[in-house]
């Protein structure tokens, strides 16, 4: 669903010739459907790749395709096909909740009183209901991330990119926020890539954990029902702290 071939991405520097790379010789494939964390140091490009997958940013060298398409040339294309969830909920300030949730059936021109049915039933689902006619300064914060999820949610998109989008809630909030979106996805063939600082909120979440070194480039993919989780968890802190390849640190531990 998602593949990644060599992809490279580099900022101009203010006052200095060299660029700044990101980004770089990162390859990586996901299939449909798969539930797949990101981890790696802070700064390592792992929100400049979600970025590049919305199509919002374009590679500086290599491509990513979603579905056989490139996001960032193709981008009316994947309106409503790609949707996503930041730390920050986004919401309009000036929109209430229902209407909030119904901004993405407005840009795909969906049927305004089916988007509207959708919507409640939505807001049904993630605990909202009696809220429908709240503006997001009356809503707590783990309320507005509801909102935000529904959001993405309503156009049924085939990727869902997850940006630090429970990391700035309490760990009460977070954990049952997180259970329940992966709980409503249970089941269906969304393919979902979580970005977190947060190990054990991807241990406990994905069925695939990938490492990104930094500048961006993969140090370890794991399947975490291949591991007990409290090793797995360790090697993964171990590859982050190093910045070096999984192969490279079972080599120095032998």
Known sequence: MIKAENVVKSY??????????????????????????????????????????????????????????????????????????????????WRTALDNVLIGPEIIDRDKKKAVEEALNWLEMLGLSGFEKAYPSELSGGMRQRIAIARALIVNPEVVLLDEAFGHLDEVTSRRLRSDFFEILE??????????????????????????????????????????????????????????????LAATRV
């Open 12 to 93: 101009s520097q203010t006052n200095k010739a060299a660029e700044f790379k990101v980004i770089d010789g990162l390859s990586l494939s996901i299939d449909r459907g798969q539930k797949v964390g990101i981890v790696g140091q802070t700064g390592c490009g792992k929100s400049t790749f979600l970025r590049i997958v919305l199509g919002v940013e374009k590679p500086t060298a290599g491509r990513v395709l979603v579905d056989g398409r490139e996001p960032y040339r193709d981008y009316a294309f994947f309106k409503g096909k790609i949707s996503a969830v930041f730390q920050e909920d986004r919401l309009l300030p």
């Open 187 to 248: 089941g269906r063939k969304t393919t979902v890539v979580m970005v977190t600082h947060n190990l054990d909120e991807a241990l406990e979440s994905v069925e695939r954990v990938v490492v990104f070194g930094k500048p961006a480039r993969v140090l370890g993919d794991f399947k975490t029902s291949d591991f007990n989780p409290v090793e797995l968890r360790r090697i993964l802190q171990e590859i982050i702290e190093k910045n070096v390849t999984y192969d490279s």
